[in-house]
């Protein structure tokens, strides 16, 4: 006798319930993951730390990233460090016009709660660093954040 | 009344659909932890305003400067970022009441009572040439020294460690410990 009747009338096993798993998946992943915003195009290696906070709310973060241009941009840019803005190479003075159409796409109450997450590469040095710093100052954009990975990840 | 039969749907199809939604995503996103050392800059001095001198008791002051080279001077001590963070533990709670460390004044924290707050700052310099990574490596040791007093604070008051306790318990360890990094005007540390 075998274990497994097979129904004379059913060739094809059932497919209905895959699709809901292919769904859960899905909902998985949105909620889960979030949009890449900008493609990075400088070398950005973060630096370890231990005692690292999370990111609260990435809707109400806005991302510098400081680093030496890719390969692929060198021959134009140059190998010393640059900021990045957005999708582009940009100098210390365009921060402010940065920051300004950062803060115009928040709502008004989340203006005051906006934070700018420092992307540095680890070798750059503190020069660019602090130019970009004293910016933010001068925009009052005062809540930052130094990104870091966690240590041993 | 006859029972109409309902047609069945072919559903078949929406697996596909949902594979192909499911792949868009997987591409276009991304689910990289975002974590890091939360900061508050200072308020840029108006030019206007007289910069009026808010002179700092010099024993209130601790001095955690990082040369060009990376190399660490805490309180004209050269040291090993290793080292740093038992020093400014050292600073910060003050536990023998050394003249020559920061002196404490009596607050009372809501909530909680009386409690002498250290009115100890820790004033960190880098020079232009600092390497990001010495920079953030010394930024890391300060915020473990006053997690590891604010740990401290909460195991002695509420039995654990500070993540452990609750949002009201938290805030109290967080005035009664407070985290005074100020972070320089920028000046070349090494001169040229």
């Known amino acids: ?153 | 009344m006859a029972k109409k039969k309902t047609p069945g749907l072919n559903t078949q199809s929406t697996a596909d659909i949902a594979f192909l939604l499911l792949c868009y995503f997987l591409m276009v996103s991304t689910m990289d932890q975002q974590s890091g050392l939360v900061r508050r800059l200072p308020q840029m001095p108006d030019k206007n305003q007289k910069t009026e001198d808010t002179k700092v008791n010099r024993r209130n002051i601790i001095i955690v400067k990082i040369n060009s080279s990376d190399r660490l001077f805490a309180g004209d001590q050269l040291m090993d970022v290793s080292q740093l963070k038992d020093k400014i533990k050292e600073f910060m709670t003050n536990p023998n009441e050394d003249p020559n460390l920061p002196e404490k004044e009596v607050k009372n924290i809501e909530g909680f009572g009386d409690y002498p707050v250290t009115k100890g700052v820790i004033s960190l310099q880098n020079d232009r040439g600092t390497s990001y990574k010495a920079y953030i490596a010394v930024q890391n040791e300060l915020v473990k020294a006053i997690n590891e007093i604010r740990d401290d604070f909460c195991r002695q008051n509420f039995g654990r460690v500070y993540n452990a306790c609750s949002e009201d318990q938290q805030k109290i360890a967080r005035e009664a410990i407070p985290q005074n990094i100020s972070e320089a005007e920028p000046k070349d540390v090494t001169k040229k």
Do not use: W
Request: aromatic share 8%; net charge positive.
């Open chain 1, 1 to 153: 006798m075998p274990i497994f009747k097979r129904s004379g009338k059913k060739d094809m096993p059932e497919l209905g319930t895959s699709s809901d798993i292919v769904f859960m998946f899905l909902f998985f992943f949105m909620v889960t993951t979030q949009m890449r915003s900008s493609e990075v195009k400088v070398r950005v290696h973060l630096p370890e730390a231990t005692e690292v906070a999370k990111l609260e709310r990435k809707d109400l973060a806005s991302y510098i990233y400081i680093g030496s241009p890719n390969a692929q941009y060198q021959g134009q840019y140059g190998t010393e460090a640059r900021i990045q803005l957005n999708d582009s190479f940009k100098t210390t003075n365009d921060i402010r016009d940065f920051i300004a159409a950062e803060r115009d796409a928040m709502s008004e109450a989340d203006r005051q709660l906006m934070q700018v997450s420092i992307k540095a590469d680890e070798d750059v040095r503190m020069g660019i660093v602090t130019d970009v710093k004293q910016e933010l100052r001068r925009c009052s954009a005062l809540k930052i954040m130094y990104a870091a990975r966690k240590a041993g990840q």
